[in-house]
């Protein structure tokens, strides 16, 4: 079984801060991977993908990959009350196969 | 928006009856995937398919029945539902145009069986 695992949380920040959501993926051969936002109630939303090692900044967000150690971040600069929500880390595995998604970590961000 | 929507958006059903829910797209993408969410299991692969008439099970496919007749239209059953199966339903599609697997999801169904 090719698993993706997050810290459940939550994961609780100060306005203003830097939010950092961790995902580790067991399947070596992984190609892409996906950061999705999901408010309370709501569906789950794309916000963030990542292909190669390295940083790749959208805004206030970062997505930081690094193969070797099979790890993807999601950073979250000046957070907001507004980026309180789950957030969903997906990977592509090798094959032809759907993605697999992480249970998602909720963060809060206090005023 | 990905020009997903789902009917119904909420349905409460008795154990035993069949259910359906329906998925509908309107920008001719291949993939299409449902899933079911509930508390402490994240979002969980049920069925998916590939193209008109071609699907195959998720992680969770028992008690589940798909049909795609349509490139537009993904149809759910639970063909005798339980209580085990009240969740929220989500489907999804990949769209594959841009060389990736991103996928989007509709705005779910909420499934109370009683």
């Not at chain 1, 961790?22 to 569906?43: I, L, P």
């Not at chain 2, 899933?35 to 979002?43: I, M, T, V």
């Not at chain 2, 759910?76 to 085990?84: C, F, G, P, R, Y």
Request: with cysteine.
């Amino acid at each position: 079984q090719k698993e993706v695992e997050q810290n459940s949380g939550p994961l609780s920040v100060p306005e203003g801060a830097i939010a950092s959501l961790n995902c580790t993926y067991s399947d070596r051969g992984s190609q892409s991977f996906f950061w999705y936002r999901q408010y309370s109630g709501k569906s789950p939303e794309l916000i963030m993908f990542i292909y190669s090692n390295g940083d790749k900044e959208d805004g206030r967000f970062t997505a930081q990959l690094n193969k070797a150690s099979q790890y993807v971040s999601l950073l979250i600069r000046d957070s907001q009350p507004s980026d309180s929500a789950t957030y969903l880390c997906a990977v592509e595995n090798s094959g032809n196969t759907p993605l697999v998604f992480g249970k998602g970590t909720r963060l809060s961000v206090i005023a | 928006d990905a020009g997903i929507t789902q009917s119904p958006r909420h349905k409460v059903t008795e154990t035993g009856t069949p259910v359906t829910l329906r998925c509908h797209q309107t920008e001719n993408h291949r993939y299409m995937y449902w899933y079911r969410q509930d508390p402490g299991h994240g979002l969980r692969l049920i069925h998916y398919s590939y193209g008109v008439k071609d699907t195959d099970k998720g992680e969770v496919s028992d008690g589940y029945s798909v049909s795609r007749s349509k490139t537009e239209d993904f149809l759910l059953t639970l063909e005798s539902a339980t209580s085990s199966q009240t969740s929220v339903y989500f489907c999804a599609i990949s769209d594959t145009r841009q060389g990736g697997k991103a996928q989007y999801f509709g705005p779910g169904t909420r499934l109370t069986v009683t």
